[in-house]
């Protein structure tokens, strides 16, 4: 299958700081690329669509000048959390996906977890 | 917008046992219902996918089944070994978004 490739898998920032987080379609363009958020033992929730050359679409409830996306090529969108918080710690996974046969299939990215001290 | 529930939140199986998870969706226009396996710090995972014009798939110790009718599909197991332990979400998809069940903890003890 498709490969996307997240990084960095792990990361510690201290608080007020930023932090930018990569997901590549290492072997197909993505023009769409989408970003989870996933607390412990619970599901992922989708926070904001990633559209290559425009602006990125927001779930409701998440701050978008919190969680700034830029979606430059079509194998590359960043996530960049800012003024990074303790409630922000989390983890955060990239997925983009692929046209099929009649479907879409979801290739995801390692995750990134999300540590704010 | 999509909603899927997803049942149960946490299941304990036998080893050797089946296990059934369930779903349900509420957008009668979504035509694809992947599930996917997520092991504890990884990546979900697709395990099986169905499409809206079929009613059931099987692969090895794996199926799912689709009822369009009233908008459920579910995840069968048989034979569980301790490797299925893991959080199994379904998802609903209509075009390239999908929305995912909030997941089920599939303990399958030795």
């Known amino acids: 299958g498709a490969v996307v490739s997240q990084h960095p898998s792990w990361v510690i920032c201290k608080s007020g700081t930023s932090v930018k987080i990569e997901c590549r379609s290492l072997?197909?363009?993505?023009?769409?690329m989408f970003w989870y958020r996933q607390f412990p033992k619970q599901s992922l929730m989708l926070m904001a669509t990633s559209n290559e050359g425009s602006k990125a679409t927001y779930e409701q409830g998440v701050e978008k000048d919190k969680f700034l996306i830029n979606h430059a090529s079509l194998t590359l969108s960043t996530l960049t959390v800012t003024s990074a918080h303790p409630e922000d710690s989390s983890f955060y996974i990239c997925?983009?996906?692929?046209?099929?046969?009649?479907?879409?299939?979801?290739?995801f990215g390692q995750g990134t977890r999300l540590t704010v001290v | 917008g999509e909603n899927v529930e997803q049942h149960p939140s946490t299941l304990s199986v036998q080893e050797g046992d089946s296990a059934v998870i369930k779903c349900t969706y509420s957008d009668s226009a979504s035509n694809y219902f992947p599930w996917y396996k997520q092991e504890l710090g990884k990546r979900p995972q697709l395990i099986i996918d169905?499409?809206?014009?079929?009613g059931e798939k099987k692969d090895q110790r794996i199926a799912v089944t689709l009822n369009k009718t009233a908008k459920h599909f579910s995840l069968h197991i048989t034979e569980t070994q301790p490797e299925d332990s893991a959080v199994y979400f379904c998802?609903?998809?209509?075009?390239?978004?999908?929305?995912f069940g909030k997941g089920t903890m599939l303990l399958v003890s030795p």
């Open positions: 997925s983009a996906p692929q046209q099929g046969l009649g479907n879409t299939e979801a290739f």
């Open positions: 169905i499409r809206s014009n079929v």
């Open positions: 072997d197909f363009q993505a023009t769409t």
């Open positions: 998802a609903a998809s209509r075009g390239s978004t999908l929305t």
